[in-house]
Nanobody
């Protein structure tokens, strides 16, 4: 099982980024995948998509963040709009496969004011 994130970078406040999480070793249609971020020591949950494609978000982010997936590419995405400096952090995707939790190394998102 491997999860690899990409798409991070430096963006000005109000800008957009689209992150990609490429999964291998399992099918993304068989489990829940999540995006989370580490602005500091602890993780903040950002979004999730379950096996039937239903997405959920924290109320504070649902107007700006959209999670989606491409089953053919076995990848999930996070579209982030109207970014704010407080969105800065390392973003990573995670999944539990056969009872084991996996997460990718993450991609850095930096939002300048």
């Amino acid at each position: 099982v491997q999860l690899v994130e990409s798409g991070g970078g430096l963006v000005q406040s109000g800008g957009s980024l689209r992150l990609t999480c490429a999964a291998s070793g399992f099918s993304i249609t068989t489990t829940l995948l999540t995006w989370a971020r580490q602005p500091g020591e602890e993780d903040d949950w950002v979004s999730a998509i379950d096996d039937d494609g239903t997405t959920i978000y924290p109320e504070s982010l649902k107007s700006r963040f959209t999670m989606s997936r491409d089953n053919a590419k076995n990848s999930v995405y996070l579209q982030m709009d109207n970014l704010k400096p407080e969105d800065t952090g390392v973003y990573f995707c995670a999944a539990t496969v056969s009872g084991i939790s996996y997460r990718g190394p993450g991609t850095q998102v930096t939002v300048s004011s």
